[in-house]
């Protein structure tokens, strides 16, 4: 009777751990609600460094650790693709995943020569995707 009541236990434990974790971790975003490329456009030819400005419509801008409906902060993927999985989630950041947590709009952008592809990704205030994804078409260009 032990053995089962902790197994019991340890069902109520997994429940309640189930329950808190999923979908409740992401935050809405609005209808039509979009980032873009301001000044960047698919098949444009850059010299590196070259600026990326980051544009939002239907949504405000607030840093990383700002709790504020309607909200989030840039991140820019660069020759990357997110998974389905990885859309849930805290976005990763590395050389493919630059976060732009200080609210900035816009950032100087280094690159090697030859094609690259970018990709606007808004994050919440814990830089996990709203739902729906408030994310721009890919781009791809060209450095000189
Ligand atoms: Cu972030």
Redesign the pocket.
């Known amino acids: 009777m032990i053995a089962s009541f902790g197994i019991a236990r340890a069902l109520v434990v997994a429940f309640a751990v189930a329950a808190l974790t999923p979908a409740s971790a992401q935050t809405p975003s609005p209808d039509g609600a979009k980032v873009y490329f301001i000044n960047l456009k698919d098949g444009a030819e850059v010299d590196s460094p070259f600026l990326v400005q980051f544009g939002l419509s239907g949504m405000g801008v607030a840093p990383?650790g700002v709790e504020k409906p309607n909200t989030g902060?840039?991140?820019l993927l660069i020759d990357t693709t997110m998974t389905p999985e990885q859309m849930k989630e805290?976005?990763p950041?590395d050389d493919n995943h630059k976060?732009?947590?200080g609210g900035q709009t816009e950032a100087m952008v280094t690159l090697s020569k030859g094609q690259h592809t970018l990709q606007l990704l808004l994050?919440d205030w814990?830089?996990i995707p709203h739902v729906p994804p408030v994310m721009s078409e890919p781009i791809t260009i060209t450095v000189r």
């Open positions: 990383a902060h840039h991140h805290p976005i950041a976060h732009f947590g994050g814990t830089h």
